[in-house]
C-alpha cells in the first residue's frame, strides 16, 4: 500500500547495513512509476564514482556491468518500483553474473517481484493500535496524554487507520492546537471520502493530506517561498534531501494534491497515459488548469476556448512524436498565465501566441527549438519568467529584448546557445535571476565606435535589479575591470574550469528560486 512506509523503511535498512559493515557499498535509487534508464543508470554511478558520458543507453549499460562486478559485495536499492524492469538495460549484474551484488526493491504490487524473479518478498502491514498510538505520542509529545485530550487523540489515531503516512501529517498538523480543533479533525477525519482512486492511495490516508492541507496558512509565507516550502516540508507534504536544495513529494500525497486541485480548481488532469481523450467544449469551459504529463499527446484541438483557463503543462511521453500544435490553438484562452511545453519537437511556435497578454510564465525545458523563429516571443508584453532548460535553442533574437518585465530567465544547459544579439540582455532592465551555466556562448568584449554580433558581459552591469547569477566564460579576459564587485546576493561564476561562488556565510543561504511552473 502507498504510505505504508516502505521508503522509509529501506532508507533505515541501508543505514543500518553501512554502520554494520554489511556492504561495502549501498546505492540508492527511486525508479518511480515513469522510469527514465539514464537517470537510474546516473544515480548509480555517481555512488560509484563512474563517469557516464555516453549518450546510448547500451554503451551506458556496459560500463555500469563491468564497473559494478569489481565491487565485492554491494547493495542495490530499487525504490518504488512500479513495473518490470530489465536489469541488463540498466546494467546491473545479478544472480550467477555476480552473487557480490544484491538487490532490494520496493513496489506496491508483488506480480512485479515475482515477474522479475525475486528471491524473498515480503509484505509490509499497517501498524496495529499499541504501534500507532506510540508513533503518534512520539510525534505529538507528551500533551495528547492529559485528561482533557486523550480520548479525542486516541480516537483520531484509530482514525487513520494505523497508516504511517496518515499518522505523521495528522499529528504534524494538529500538534499544539486546542481541543475543539481536534474534535473538528476528528469529524472530518471520519467522514466519507468522496474520491476514489485507482492508484491505491487509501481513503484514510486522503483524508489525513486533505485535513493537513487545509489547515496550512500559506499566506503567511506569500513573499517567501522558501517559508512555504518548510511549512510544507514541516507538515510532512514534502521530503527535502540532505542538500536541502531540492525536494520532492511522495506519490500518495501527489495523488491527493491532484485530487485536490482536480475538485478545488477544475483542473483536468493526465498522467501516465496513451489512451485518452480531451475534455468535450462545454466543459472545457470550467477548467482552470491543464496538466498533460508523460502521456500520448495527439489530436490537439484547432482551438482552446476556455476564457477560465490559467495554466497550461504538455509534457508528452515521446518528444520525438510531438505534436503539432496548430496556429489558433491560443487564440480562446487569452486568461492564460503559465504556458509549459516541455520536451516538445515543436515545428513552431503557433501565432497566436502573441494573444496571451496576461502571460507570466513561458516553459520550453528540454524542447526541440532549434530551427524555429522565436522573436514572437518578444510581443510577450508581460513575461515576468521564461525558461529554456537543456533546449536546443541556437540564439537569442533581438526581439526578446521587448521584454522589459521579464523578472527571470534560465538558459541552463543551453550546450547549443552560441549566440545572444547585442543589447538584449542590457534591456532586460527589471530582470532579477539570471541562470546560464553550461552555456558556451561566445561573448564578445565592448569596443568603442565597433559593432558586436554577440552580447557582451558589460550589459550584465546595466541590470540595477539583479541579484542572482549562474554564467560560464572561457577566461577572465573578457570581464569587464568591474565585473566582480557586482552586488549579487547569489551567484555562481565559472571560468575556464574554476568555479567562483558565494562565501560559506552566504551559500548556506542560497535558496535557487522555484518556478512558478
Known sequence: MGGIGKTTLVKEFARRAIEDELYDMVVFSEVTQSPDIKQIQQEIAEKLGLELSEEAEFRRASRMFERLKNEKKILLIL??????LDLGTIGIP?????????????????????RMGSEKNF????????????LFKIIAGAYVENRELKSTATSVAKACRGLPIALTIVVKALRNKEL????NALQELQMPSETSFDEGVPAEAYSTIELSYNVLKLEEAHNKLHAWVRQLRDSCLLLVDGSSKFFSMHDVLRDVAISIACRDMNAFVVRNKNMWE???PDALKKYLAISLINSRINDIPEGLESAQLEFLLMIPNNSFLGPNIPENFFKGVKKLRVVALVKMLLSSLPSSIYLLVNLQTLC???SILRDIDIAIIGKLKNLKILSFVRSDIVQLPKALGELTKLRLSDLTDCFHLKVIAPNVISSLTRLEELYMGNCPIEWEVERANSERSNSSLDELMNLPWLTTLEIDVKNDS???ESFLTQKLERFKISIGNESFMPSQSVRKQWFRSLRTF
Open 79 to 84: 525504490d518504488n518500483t512500479w513495473k518490470s
Open 94 to 114: 545479478f544472480g550467477v553474473e555476480h552473487r557480490g551484488c544484491k538487490l532490494l526493491f520496493t513496489t506496491r504490487d508483488l506480480d512485479v517481484l515475482i
Open 123 to 134: 509484505s509490509i502491514g499497517i501498524l496495529n493500535e499499541q504501534e500507532a498510538w506510540r
Open 180 to 183: 475543539p480543533e481536534w474534535k
Open 278 to 280: 480531451w475534455p468535450n
Open 364 to 366: 520550453l525545458d528540454q
Open 478 to 480: 573578457i570581464l569587464p
